[in-house]
């Protein structure tokens, strides 16, 4: 099925494999999560619609076959200088989307200032919708995400779901589920049984003369407690100074991790030292101290949009129940970092012993970095914000979030 009226406004195209009645067997397939544990059902989708040429008509039998008689209620967050401005120029033609199909009720909010998704989904009373939809990247998710968890102590995961528009520069979360783009997100709207739940990594600072503020919205009680919620990636050495850095030339959008571990090539990859333990999910507990060039830790297997065949954690999956931890413990060359960078683009640089990066799977560690930061410009990065460079403990939060 298509309708008519579909349109292509900036790229974006919303024709038939975006509101189209899909197999059992093509919708298994194309609600797969890259690496999930729990794949959503092949069945269980809507039967073919048996009126024809109103689109309307057409679009209400579909919801009703699909999620019951009244429409779903979406509440749209969007970051308008996502991935260079493009929710500006998409969002709106999503809104006119899904109120003209009469698929969603939908209100959207664009955000105002940094911080302000927190506060609007703090003070949001959440039994008014079905759906929180993020448009914007892995910061804005982030923001959500905590005032999701911290300003609502009732929040129950079962009662909201969380979809993903990826307008960011990596859009690490939506593409370690399997949405690579609008269109993908649009339509797990239209059939909503295919959800799951993902992890979250909880990151405590355990304070000391180097400790940063992790959560620069939290109110006193909480900034006491200097807790973030992470969804993507915490980050140490040639990572996280590649993470922290990139910040600064926002502007450039994707490419700026390019030109940032590019920079490192030239002028030598740093190398800090640290002190990691964990505690694997086994219950096996081990130490390490000395060189940490790498160090990456990440609830799901840390796929971006700029490499859809490769990812960081290749050995990960969402909703796993624990973190992906790999350090390399030996210096890093110019030439092994960009191998390993290469092999990272094709999700292969665990299973290169040349690499030696050493993985676990954790459901928590500490990290302690020893000499980093001033000295060396390897700051610990939290979904690519600086974390500081006292002492974290993190900790896996299992199933915490629903999303389609």
Not at 122 to 145: H, R, S
Not at 289 to 298: E, K, N, R, V
Not at 325 to 341: A, C, E, G, Q, Y
């Amino acid at each position: 099925l298509c309708f008519p009226w579909a349109f292509q406004p900036h790229g974006l195209k919303l024709t038939k494999h975006v509101i189209n009645l899909l197999t059992p067997e093509d919708t298994a397939v194309a609600f797969r999560p890259v690496g999930a544990v729990d794949p959503p059902p092949g069945g269980g989708t809507p039967s073919k619609p048996t009126t024809s040429g109103n689109p309307r008509a057409v679009a209400r039998e579909l919801r009703e076959a699909s999620c019951g008689t009244h429409a779903r209620r979406v509440f749209l967050i969007a970051n308008p200088k996502s991935g260079s401005g493009k929710a500006t120029k998409v969002v709106p033609w999503i809104e006119r989307f899904l109120r003209s199909t009469e698929l969603a009720e939908v209100t959207v909010h664009y955000t105002r200032h940094r911080g302000d998704a927190r506060e609007v989904v703090g003070a949001l009373d959440l039994k008014l919708y079905d759906i929180l939809c993020i448009a914007g990247g892995d910061g804005l998710i982030q923001e959500v995400i905590n005032g999701l968890v911290k300003d609502h102590a009732s929040f129950d995961p079962s009662k909201l779901t969380l979809g993903v528009l990826p307008l960011g520069s990596s859009n690490s979360l939506a593409c370690s589920t399997g949405v690579f783009t609008v269109e993908q997100t649009l339509q797990r709207l239209v059939y909503p049984k295919a959800d799951f739940r993902t992890d979250l990594m909880k990151v405590t600072q355990h304070g000391g003369p180097h400790e940063v503020r992790l959560d620069v919205f939290a109110g006193a009680e909480e900034a006491a407690a200097n807790v973030l919620y992470t969804t993507c990636a915490v980050a140490y050495g040639v990572m996280g100074k590649t993470a922290v850095e990139s910040e600064n030339n926002r502007w450039m959008g994707p490419v700026r991790y390019a030109v940032e571990a590019f920079k490192l090539v030239v002028l030598g990859p740093p190398c800090p030292h640290g002190h990691l333990k964990w505690t694997t999910v086994g219950g096996e507990e081990g130490a390490y101290q000395g060189p940490l060039p790498i160090c990456l830790a990440t609830a799901h297997n840390a796929a971006v949009s700029q490499f859809p065949e490769g990812c960081a954690a290749p050995r990960g999956a969402v909703g796993d129940g624990g973190i992906e931890l790999m350090f390399k413990k030996t210096r890093l060359s110019r030439v092994r970092l960009l191998r390993i960078l290469s092999d990272m683009g094709k999700g292969t640089h665990l299973d290169n012993s040349g690499n030696g990066i050493v993985r676990y799977h954790v459901e928590k560690f500490s990290l302690t970095p020893v000499n980093g930061g001033p000295r060396l410009g390897c700051p610990v990065a939290l979904d690519g914000e600086p974390g500081g460079e006292a002492s974290l403990e993190v900790t896996v939060c299992v199933r915490m979030i629903r999303m389609i």
